[in-house]
Structures are given as C-alpha cells and as structure tokens.
Nanobody
Framework: VQLVESGGGSVQAGESLRLSCVVSNYRISSSCMGWFRQAPGKEREGVAYIYTGDSSPYYDDSVKGRFTISQDNAKNTVYLLMNSLKPEDTAMYYC?????????????????WGQGTQVTVS
C-alpha cells in the first residue's frame, strides 16, 4: 500500500491550496481516509477524515468551514481543499488510510500513512 501526497506549497494568508493523496494497491472505497498535520514541536493532529463508505466527514474545529475533504473512488484519490489559510495551518500534512472501519474513530491506530507534503502559510 502506497499513499503519495502532493499539492503543498508556500502561500499567503487567505489563499487556498488543494492537497491530493493518490493511493496504490488499496481501494479507498469503504475505508477510513484522512488528513493529519504536524507542526514543528507539536503533536500530530487530525484535520479531516472520512469513512468513504458513507461520506460522513469529521473536521477538527480549527478547520471547520475552511477545509473540505473529498474522494474520487475512480481515481483512488482523496483531496483536501484548504481555503482561507492561516499561518497556524503551517505544518506537514499527511494522508492516511485504514481498512478496518471500526478503527475510523481512532486514527492513531491506522496502518497506512504517506510521507507528507509541506504547507507553509505566511
């Protein structure tokens, strides 16, 4: 299983980015998919995740109304659209997946993780 993130970059506050996570050797339909981030000196935190079987998303309070997670099952790709970016959104963003849907509420136990894409907001 391979997860490859892309779409990160350096932007000004208020701008937007769309992150993509292309998944190989694993079908994202009917599984947990999510985005997480880790800033320097801080613990990793969940940003947004979704059970792709019913498309019920979870968002951290800090990104509600600004970020949107979505998936394209045909492309086996998950996206994170980030609008109105703030300096505090600066972090390495990781995509993750888990096939056991009972583990959806506990991302720390998800098995598959990408290498991350850096987002810097100034």
């Amino acid at each position: 299983v391979q997860l490859v993130e892309s779409g990160g970059g350096s932007v000004q506050a208020g701008e937007s980015l769309r992150l993509s996570c292309v998944v190989s050797n694993y079908r994202i339909s009917s599984s947990c998919m999510g985005w997480f981030r880790q800033a320097p000196g801080k613990e990793r935190e969940g940003v947004a995740y979704i059970y792709t079987g019913d498309s019920s998303p979870y968002y951290d309070d800090s990104v509600k109304g600004r970020f949107t997670i979505s998936q394209d099952n045909a492309k086996n790709t998950v996206y994170l659209l980030m609008n109105s970016l703030k300096p505090e959104d600066t972090a390495m963003y990781y995509c993750a997946a888990e096939a056991n849907v009972w583990l959806c509420p506990t991302p720390a136990r998800w098995r598959y993780w990408g290498q991350g894409t850096q987002v810097t907001v100034s």
